[in-house]
């Protein structure tokens, strides 16, 4: 779903919870007010019983008087003097004015004159006509409008009664208004709402002509119809249907008043007092409760407005995060594609070159020399696609998180021999130069994964080699330092070429899975493009750095750095004879580290620079009768080579020291020239220090010679191997390939007819067993585990080596711990074979 | 109290409304607009809405002021005794001719010198001409509202019969003739009751006055009640007595007329008059008194005030201030 339409969901969500909230609060509202609306009716109501009872309370009193009066055949002087003594209220008063001349007297003096009781209501319109009277004496009230007290000033009101009075010059009867006058203040205090919300509310007393008898401050006009008028629109016929409304019933209605504001009206009529109505007014705003509403809706709307933008936050994290994921998922997607592309194309190249190649060499069988040039060839391929294929599985591991190191104690000179041997056929065939450089070494032995140290190794120098054009350099440069890590010394490893060198776009993805540096001088170099990305898998997994420094058209450098634990295990008696060693190389660095070394085994060493002047050094060292113990000569020199010096030293020096030729390249092509020229033994480099040790025991005639016999099979004669392979072609291959070197074999077709034949034999039948692993029946780790657990001594002491395809080094260790004694992995490699047999039987021997 | 019972009194000076004075850099509140107080004015008026419409205005500045007016009844003679009472008001009505009347010394007596600077009134904002002093200079009053004396004219209806607003007594007497003629038997009318405020008061008194204005000579004769100066009312009485004799005043339709306020206006409201005779005051109540008559509320017409052209050279515009004292 589009993030556009999540929000138009949840704002439509909102919308409909903030409508509801709204709705539901104005319902509230609106029952709230109707309560109130209703409450200020019925408190109108009883403002009504509460003034009705004041009103005839008051009138009563009015009532006795006018009784009194009327029954006593009074004169005025009479009837006042009578009410002046009957009622003591200090604020009110009572005036008796004869209806004839509308004056009289009053029972309280005026102010400025106490003598003075006089009072008229001739210029009052008060009097002029009581037709409001109503003559039911005890019953009715008959009240005035509020007026001006002609005595005091004061606004009054009047409850009033005809009394009859005798004329007292006449003995007449006149007719009279008794008038018990209150001031409008007593009333209004008397007017006050009782609840407290209510204490704005205003009250007015109209009568039938919605003339105010008593009037509300907020109220204008003289007259209440005039004031709805004033500031209220409506059709006059509504208007008097309203008005006969308001005085004939009880009830409320809105209204503006003469501020415009809304207002709630509440009327009922007077019943003691006929045709009056009791108005009861107050603003709406002031009766309301809308404010908590708000309030409500205000925190609702913020509540779904933060839970929104949170919402929104959350999502569109997510969805970046979604997305992020998406397009990794694509990347991976278009990888796995790519992936699939270039596998395709990169086996199906050397699998092309094996099936053509095979089918040539078969329509040539009789031509051996192209059938040994294409079978030649159809090896390479093939150990291009077991490197392909090993890589793959490599990458696999790495991306799957499955990569373990299996530490064992190794030789860091075998492994850097093992290196060196590894890239000389194509050094070889580039013909590039090549220079191994080591400087201080002194450890031999870590502890450490040799076999992803090889792959770590080799893959940066055979990269370089590979990237180098025919005749380029690639040198490398080995030596330890001290480490941080406890236990572990720092080995650094540097590769430098003269080659194409990366672009700084490819050096930027140059660790990502099948990048090659495209090259129109590279497109012809056969590789995987996994090698780097392997590498800097396996430096991170072992703890290191891999650092690279690389210019198009000038060459690559490549530094591995790693912290290798020291294993226990160390040649620490490399100690010579005192002897006079001198070393000539053209490299100044190789000449500085190899004295050191050669110093640091107890020689005195010189060196020469060249090949010329090692001759001379050597002949005056000759004719002075103290010649050199050792010339150690590297090969590869300008002007006069190794071997060209060796032959002048023999004859214009007619020295007879033991010369070592040293040399980073294969000096299989060198060896008969060299021997001829007078060489007395061979060296590759780097010169390691138990290198020259050994070599210059060896030269000397100090230790038994070490060196493996290289085209002497004659040791491997009539040993008798078992091998348990499942695979017809499998043991084909193996039993054709050993036999080749005087090697018998039998074959077991699994476990457990490996571990029967191995319990029935006789001691010593055979030397060793291979052992496959994925056998039917019982596999080689479980028949090994069974052999190990045999009484027989010998057969359950047996050698064991694991020949398999399962290759992982995690493998190797499973086989090691099921008591093998080594492993060699499928396709197998014969040198390694016929090195693992050896080492079987010395072991053995 | 006094000092917002004045600000109550010069609310509506400066013409212009309390919202635009008070957004106006002109005007600002003097005392804080949270003061709360109740005022009462005294008058004699029974239905007093242009003051009653400034106390609206007043509360938009000052809500918390509770402004109350109260008719006197027999306003003249009990002043003085209300002014005594406990219930005597913060404003009243006062008149210049209570100066100096004997009988309204204890009313003078209660009247605020309005002039003093300790109040800080702004009393230049009166026309210096409504501003009445007393002999030694003191100003005890200060003007409500001036009554002005003229017609309610129905535009329409002038319209309607194509006849034009007289503005002389010999186009008056001519469109009254011809208003007659169309069938309209008073095309003047006006409240008749009361002498005092009666439509002959408001025809005569401006050119009374006039006349008393153009000799200065006539005027000590005429407040005296000299017999003499009633020669000066002749020629205005004379034209509201032709005029009730040419039929331009029905007096028996204007005696109908139980009011000189709101039945005046309703009468008029009527639409058969086209000429009403009334105060400014009057005028004052007709907007809201349109909706009070169905005949109005059905067929509304333009009307407007003019004077009533008395004679040839036209008619008068009588600035007669009404005044209150604190």
């Known amino acids: ?845 | 109290m006094l000092i917002i019972s004045m600000a109550a009194a010069l609310a509506a000076c400066g013409g212009k409304s309390p919202k635009e004075a008070d957004s106006g850099a002109g005007f600002k509140p003097s005392l804080d607009a949270d003061s709360s107080c109740r005022i009462t004015v005294a008058g004699a008026y029974d239905n007093f809405e242009a003051l009653e419409a400034e106390f609206d205005r007043f509360n938009e500045i000052y809500p918390n002021v509770q402004l109350s007016y109260v008719k006197l009844d027999d306003y003249n003679n009990m002043l003085g005794t209300v002014l005594e009472s406990n219930d005597k008001p913060n404003i009243f009505f006062s008149y210049t001719w209570m100066m100096g009347n004997e009988q309204y010394d204890p009313v003078i007596a209660h009247m605020e010198e309005l002039s003093g600077s300790e109040l800080g009134l702004k009393l230049d904002c009166i026309r210096p001409g409504l501003i009445n002093h007393d002999t030694e200079g003191h100003v005890f009053m200060v003007p409500v509202f001036a009554r002005t004396y003229g017609m309610l004219v129905n535009d329409d209806l002038f319209k309607k019969e194509g006849l034009s607003v007289p503005t002389t007594l010999t186009e008056l007497m001519d469109v009254c003739g011809k208003f007659r003629e169309k069938g309209y038997t008073s095309p003047m009318m006006g409240y008749s009751q009361d002498p005092s405020s009666s439509l002959m008061n408001a025809i005569a008194y401006p050119p009374v006055a006039a006349a008393l204005e153009e000799n200065p000579d006539a005027v000590p004769p005429a407040n005296n009640l000299d017999p003499q100066a009633g020669e000066y009312m002749r020629q205005a009485l004379e034209t509201t007595k032709q005029l009730i004799q040419n039929g331009c005043i029905d007096l028996g339709e204007c005696d109908k007329i139980e009011d000189n306020y709101t039945q005046v206006i309703l009468r008029f409201f009527e639409g058969d008059v086209p000429m009403m005779i009334c105060t400014g005051d009057t005028v004052s109540g007709t907007k809201k008194r349109e909706s009070r008559s169905e005949a109005f509320t059905a067929a509304p017409f333009a009307y407007s005030f003019a004077p009533i052209p008395v004679t040839d050279k036209g008619g008068y515009f009588i600035d007669s201030p009404w005044w209150s004292s604190l």
Not at chain 1, 677 to 696: E, W
Not at chain 1, 742 to 750: D, F, K, L, S
């Open chain 1, 1 to 845: 779903m589009k993030i556009i339409w999540i929000i138009i969901v949840n704002i439509l969500i909102m919308t409909a919870l903030l409508t509801f909230v709204v709705l539901y609060s104005n319902y509230s509202s609106r029952t709230t007010l109707l309560r109130q609306v209703e409450h200020f009716e019925n408190t109108t109501v009883t403002m009504e019983h509460v003034t009705e009872n004041y009103l005839a309370g008051e009138q009563r009193i009015c009532d006795v008087w006018a009784r009194y009066i009327n029954n006593n055949d009074m004169t005025i002087e009479e009837a006042v003097s009578f009410i002046r003594s009957s009622h003591v209220l200090p604020n009110t008063s009572a005036h008796i004015v004869y209806h004839d001349s509308l004056s009289g007297l009053s029972t309280r003096p005026k102010p400025d004159d106490p003598d003075d009781h006089t009072v008229s209501y001739a210029r009052t319109d008060l009097l002029n006509g009581v037709s409001w009277f109503h003559d039911d004496t005890g019953k009715a009230i008959n009240i005035t409008r509020a007026y001006t007290n002609p005595v005091n000033g004061e606004q009054s009101i009047a409850f009033c009664n005809d009394v009859f009075l005798r004329d007292p010059q006449t003995g007449d009867q006149r007719d009279a208004t008794l008038l018990r006058v209150l001031p409008l203040s007593e009333l209004e205090q008397k007017w006050i709402f009782p609840q407290e919300e209510l204490e704005k509310a205003e009250l007015s007393l109209i009568d039938e002509d919605g003339d105010y008898i008593i009037k509300g401050h907020s109220f204008k006009n003289s007259s209440f119809f005039e004031f709805y008028r004033s500031y209220n629109t409506a059709d006059p016929a509504s208007v008097q249907s309203l008005f006969e409304r308001i005085t004939s019933t009880t009830g409320s209605i809105t209204m503006h008043n003469s501020r415009g504001e809304d207002c709630i009206l509440a009327f009922t009529p007077v019943a003691a007092a006929g045709g009056w109505t009791l108005l009861c007014f107050m603003p709406m705003k002031d009766l309301s409760v809308n404010t908590e509403n708000w309030m409500l809706i205000g925190f609702v709307s913020a509540g779904l407005l933060i839970l929104f933008l949170f919402d929104l936050a959350v999502m569109l994290y997510f969805n970046n995060r979604l997305h992020v994921t998406a397009m990794e998922a694509a990347a991976a997607n278009r990888a796995k594609t790519d992936f699939l592309s270039t596998m395709s194309h990169d086996i199906r190249t050397p699998m092309n070159a094996i099936i053509g190649l095979t089918a040539i060499a078969e329509k040539n069988v009789d031509d051996p020399v192209s059938v040994a040039e294409y079978l030649r060839k159809i090896s390479m391929a093939g150990n291009h696609l077991l490197t392909l294929i090993n890589d793959i599985l490599d990458i696999s591991k790495v991306e799957s998180g499955k990569l373990n190191l299996s530490p064992l104690t190794f030789s860091i000179v075998e492994t850097v021999e093992n290196l060196v041997n590894l890239s000389q056929p194509m050094i070889k065939e580039k013909n590039i130069e090549f220079n191994f450089r080591t400087g201080r070494m002194e450890r031999e032995y870590f502890y450490a994964d040799q076999l992803r140290l090889n792959q770590i190794y080799i893959n940066i120098l055979s990269n370089a080699i590979k990237y180098t054009e025919p005749g380029g350099r690639v040198s490398v440069d080995m030596h330890e330092e001290e480490s941080q890590k406890p236990g572990c010394e720092r080995l650094v490893y540097k590769v430098s070429d003269n080659g194409i060198g990366m672009s700084p776009e490819f050096m930027a993805n140059m660790y990502q899975p099948f990048s090659r540096q495209t090259d129109s001088r590279v497109n012809s170099i056969q590789g995987t493009g996994l090698g780097l990305a392997i590498t800097k898998q396996m430096v991170d997994l072992m703890g290191g750095t891999i650092e690279c420094e690389s210019e198009q058209g000038k060459g690559t450098t490549f530094t591995v750095i790693l912290d290798l634990p020291v294993a226990d295990r160390q040649r620490d008696d490399m100690v010579l004879d005192p002897m006079d060693v001198l070393i000539v190389d053209d490299d100044e660095i190789l000449l500085d580290t190899a004295v050191d070394t050669l110093e640091s085994l107890g020689v005195t060493a010189e060196h020469a620079g060249s090949g010329a002047e090692a001759l001379g050094m050597i002949t005056h060292r000759h004719q002075a009768g103290r010649d050199y113990n050792v010339v150690i000569l590297d090969w590869k020199m300008p002007d006069l080579d190794g071997i060209e010096t060796i032959r002048k030293i023999r004859t214009e020096a007619g020295s007879n020291t033991p010369i070592l030729l040293v040399s980073s390249y294969d000096w299989s092509d060198i060896e008969d020239a060299a021997k001829e020229a007078g060489a007395n033994g061979f060296v590759s480099k780097p010169l390691f220090r138990s290198k020259l040790y050994d070599k210059i025991n060896t030269i000397l005639g100090t230790e038994a010679k070490s060196v493996e016999p290289e085209n002497d099979y004659s040791d491997l004669q009539g040993l008798n191997i078992l091998i348990a392979e499942d695979n017809d072609i499998n043991w084909e291959i193996i039993s054709a390939i050993l036999s080749m070197f005087g090697i018998t074999t039998e074959r077991a077709e699994n476990g457990r007819i490996c571990v029967d034949k191995i319990s029935q034999a006789k001691e010593g039948s055979y030397t060793l067993i291979f052992m496959d692993i994925q056998m039917p029946e019982m596999n080689g780790l479980e028949a090994t585990r069974t052999i190990r657990a045999l009484d027989d001594p010998w057969a359950s002491s047996i050698p064991i080596i694991a020949m398999t395809a399962d290759a992982f080094s995690e493998n190797v260790t499973e086989c090691l711990n099921a008591g093998m004694n080594g492993h060699i992995a499928k396709p197998i490699d014969t040198k390694l074979v016929i090195k693992e047999i050896r080492r079987i039987k010395e072991e053995n021997s």
